[in-house]
């Protein structure tokens, strides 16, 4: 993620993505983002990106909760 997504302004973004165990985006959630074009910016991408599958073993779990901050620093 960090060399595929590259925010357009200065800000930080904090999001909570739900996946599947096959790596399919279930939900985004923005929970803060100092800015609009940034928050529009990963809402877009992040919808296209391929996520790996998630093997647990020792887990019957079907989805997975993560949460994650994208920063752009000047």
């Known amino acids: 993620l960090y060399e595929a997504l590259h925010l357009p302004e200065h800000g930080e973004v904090k999001v909570e993505l739900t996946l599947c165990s096959d790596g399919r985006l279930l939900r985004l959630n923005v929970l803060r983002a100092e800015s609009k074009k940034n928050k529009t910016y ?3 991408q992040l919808r296209h990106v391929s996520f ?3 093997s647990d073993r020792s887990s019957s779990k079907k989805e997975h909760t993560f ?3 994208f920063s752009h620093e000047i």
């Open 42 to 44: 990963l809402e877009k």
């Open 52 to 54: 790996p599958s998630i």
């Open 67 to 69: 949460v994650l901050s």
